[in-house]
């Protein structure tokens, strides 16, 4: 059985420190009954919502699940995001994880592939463990608390004594936690093992990822480079005082040039106003010359015409 195998390659990572006890979980149920003496219950067959979409995603071992019972070609997608999870520095706060998701020929369709005629699940009993969980899930606070948290999308449900069905959906939401915690550490840290056990279609190409990663891990060490270039130069003193000194310099040629510009265009000023007032003296000179001259020839003329009177 494909579940075994997978069950038997886990056991070799030893990952009880990081899988969660029923009495490790804080629950977190506001307005849900006392969760003492009443517990909520979803009223599935009094139900007119659609709880049961197309693509709900399924963890590793449900892919076992349903290679064992003949139903994986109702899977699409692969999981991706695993290895370079495996390389963050910071716990994979940005690495955005898929899963493989039940999918069905009718993209059209919004319900379910597994959803029959009378909106019934036709695998109810190898349903993926997400669905027997719904809706409780189990998530971390800031402090590393585990919590089960009444997920919103159940909205039909009643207050009940029946802690036996309560439990079971409880304790499936703990199983289907410590299948994806430990489906994500195989996912890191044994990529070959999984594989050699067929589960390579629904994996990303590693060889792919890799070419991916260096190519951005050269990007950002030459950011770093670059970086380290920037701050050296900070760090180097003699070139600022060498820069500063050059710009004094400058500043120094510069306010020279200004005063001495300013002394030239005050000079050309003078010599202008020396030239006009010559042109203008020579001219007034000239032209007294003219008009004594008129003046002459005018006296000439009457003389002239006094003679042929005469």
């Given at each position: 059985m494909k579940v075994d195998e997978i069950k038997e390659l886990a056991s070799e990572l030893n990952l009880d420190n990081i899988l969660i006890k029923p009495e490790d979980v804080i629950f977190s149920m506001e307005e849900k009954g006392d969760l003492k003496t009443t517990f909520p219950i979803p009223d599935c067959s009094?139900?007119?919502?659609?709880?049961?979409?197309?693509?709900?995603a399924v963890s590793l071992f449900d892919v076992a699940r349903f290679i064992d019972i003949k139903l994986d070609s109702f899977l699409a997608g692969v999981f991706k995001g695993y290895v370079e999870l495996f390389f963050a520095s910071d716990g994979g706060k940005n690495v955005e994880l898929?899963?493989?998701?039940?999918?069905?020929?009718?993209?059209?369709?919004?319900?379910?592939?597994?959803?029959?005629?009378?909106?019934k699940c036709s695998i109810y009993e190898n349903r993926p463990l997400i669905c027997r969980a719904y809706p409780i899930g189990i998530r971390l606070d800031e402090n590393r608390n585990k919590l089960a948290l009444w997920m919103g999308g159940c909205k039909n449900f009643t207050i009940s004594n029946n802690e036996e069905a309560f439990r079971k959906l409880f304790l499936s939401a703990v199983q289907d936690y410590n299948e994806k915690v430990t489906a994500n550490s195989l996912l890191m840290y044994s990529r070959n093992r999984l594989r050699d056990l067929g589960y390579g279609k629904y994996m990303e190409d590693d060889w792919e990822i890799m070419i991916e990663y260096d190519k951005r891990n050269k990007e950002l060490q030459k950011q770093v480079n670059d970086l380290k270039e920037s701050v050296d130069r900070l760090r180097m003193p003699q070139d600022y005082a060498s820069t500063i000194?050059?710009?004094?310099?400058?500043?120094?040629?510069?306010?020279e040039r200004l005063v001495n510009l300013e002394k030239e265009m005050l000079l050309q000023s003078e010599r202008s106003h020396s030239v006009i007032s010559d042109l203008t003296t020579q001219i007034s000179s000239e032209y007294r010359k003219l008009l004594e001259n008129i003046v002459q020839l005018q006296s000439q003329n009457r003389e002239n015409k006094g003679f042929w009177r005469k």
């Amino acid at each position: 059985m494909k579940v075994d195998e997978i069950k038997e390659l886990a056991s070799e990572l030893n990952l009880d420190n990081i899988l969660i006890k029923p009495e490790d979980v804080i629950f977190s149920m506001e307005e849900k009954g006392d969760l003492k003496t009443t517990f909520p219950i979803p009223d599935c067959s009094n139900c007119a919502e659609k709880c049961c979409p197309r693509g709900v995603a399924v963890s590793l071992f449900d892919v076992a699940r349903f290679i064992d019972i003949k139903l994986d070609s109702f899977l699409a997608g692969v999981f991706k995001g695993y290895v370079e999870l495996f390389f963050a520095s910071d716990g994979g706060k940005n690495v955005e994880l898929s899963r493989p998701y039940m999918a069905g020929q009718d993209i059209k369709s919004k319900d379910c592939v597994f959803m029959d005629e009378e909106r019934k699940c036709s695998i109810y009993e190898n349903r993926p463990l997400i669905c027997r969980a719904y809706p409780i899930g189990i998530r971390l606070d800031e402090n590393r608390n585990k919590l089960a948290l009444w997920m919103g999308g159940c909205k039909n449900f009643t207050i009940s004594n029946n802690e036996e069905a309560f439990r079971k959906l409880f304790l499936s939401a703990v199983q289907d936690y410590n299948e994806k915690v430990t489906a994500n550490s195989l996912l890191m840290y044994s990529r070959n093992r999984l594989r050699d056990l067929g589960y390579g279609k629904y994996m990303e190409d590693d060889w792919e990822i890799m070419i991916e990663y260096d190519k951005r891990n050269k990007e950002l060490q030459k950011q770093v480079n670059d970086l380290k270039e920037s701050v050296d130069r900070l760090r180097m003193p003699q070139d600022y005082a060498s820069t500063i000194q050059r710009l004094q310099a400058d500043n120094e040629w510069l306010k020279e040039r200004l005063v001495n510009l300013e002394k030239e265009m005050l000079l050309q000023s003078e010599r202008s106003h020396s030239v006009i007032s010559d042109l203008t003296t020579q001219i007034s000179s000239e032209y007294r010359k003219l008009l004594e001259n008129i003046v002459q020839l005018q006296s000439q003329n009457r003389e002239n015409k006094g003679f042929w009177r005469k």
